[in-house]
């Protein structure tokens, strides 16, 4: 079932919504070559506890973290650890974070110093294909709308759509009903109305669109090791249309 949202518990989210993009914002400018993946999830967790919420990933299934750093051929759900980040490498921050009791959850992908020219038409794809994906949310409209049109973009640009792996609905709970794919799904999808409030985040790699699961159960991985890409904000329908609770640079 998909829970509506009321006016109020939506200008909350976006509360929340605007904290969690600074923190993001914040954690991102300590991206570079040299740093641990642990010393980045410190600073978030550390940001989110000072603004007076509460990391949602932490503990959630077993997780052991506020923010997940999946580098990469890791797609999502990484969990920090003492690994280094390296010239060449890019990683998806992506935090998960309530406050006043509602979820919000967001994520972008960003260069670890000097990347290939593959890697930055990945992120640029992988980018633009959020922004696609969010033009397509109409109000009276279908969630398997989403789908086609990020799936469309992003095999215009030779890149692949991850199959297993969604947005969602988000609130109370950091993951609700509906699921939001990201590609041409058959059959009948729910409508968008006014009230409900999701994540759209489109995860795009260079291979095939397969996965597998990194041996501590957490991270999901390209099946051919290719690399990938995730971008993620949280999007409500309100009376007035769509709003964006997060907000990238």
Same mark, same amino acid.
């Not at 506890?49 to 580098?71: E, H």
């Not at 290939?116 to 409209?141: D, N, W």
């Given at each position: ?27 991102? *400018?300590?991206?570079?070559? &040299? ?21 949602? @990933?932490?503990?959630?299934?077993? @997780? ?37 009791? /509602?979820?919000?959850?967001?994520? *972008? ?33 279908? @969630? ?41 799904? *058959? ?19 260079? &291979? ?11 991270? /999901? ?9 995730? /971008? ?6 309100? *009376? ?10």
């Amino acid at each position: 079932m998909i829970l509506k949202k009321t006016a109020e518990e939506i200008k909350i989210m976006e509360e929340g919504g605007k904290i969690l993009s600074e923190i993001i914002k914040e954690v991102g *400018k300590l991206v570079k070559p &040299g740093i641990t993946t642990n010393e980045l999830n410190r600073v978030a967790e550390a940001l989110i506890l000072n603004f007076g919420a509460k990391p949602a @990933f932490k503990g959630y299934g077993g @997780f052991p973290a506020a923010l997940c750093t999946s580098v990469n051929e890791q797609i999502v759900h990484a969990a920090p650890s003492d690994r280094v980040l390296r010239e060449g490498d890019i990683i998806s921050l992506d935090i998960g974070m309530e406050y006043k009791g /509602f979820n919000t959850d967001m994520a *972008k992908t960003l260069p670890v110093g000097n990347i290939t020219s593959e890697a930055q038409k990945l992120i640029k794809v992988t980018r633009q294909a959020l922004k696609v994906g969010i033009k397509a949310v109409k109000p009276g409209g279908y @969630f398997k709308d989403i789908g086609i049109a990020i799936q469309k973009y992003v095999e215009s640009q030779k890149f692949s759509v991850v199959r297993d792996l969604c947005g969602h609905g988000i609130g109370k709970s950091i993951h609700e009903a509906p699921q939001v794919i990201n590609y041409k799904e *058959k059959g009948a999808s729910p409508k968008i109305e006014e009230g409900v409030v999701f994540c759209i985040e489109p995860m795009v790699v260079v &291979g095939d669109w397969k996965l597998k699961r990194s041996d501590d159960g957490f991270a /999901f991985i390209t099946a051919d090791d290719s690399l990938s890409c995730h /971008f993620e904000q949280t999007i409500a329908i309100t *009376k007035d249309g769509v709003k964006i609770l997060t907000m990238l640079e």
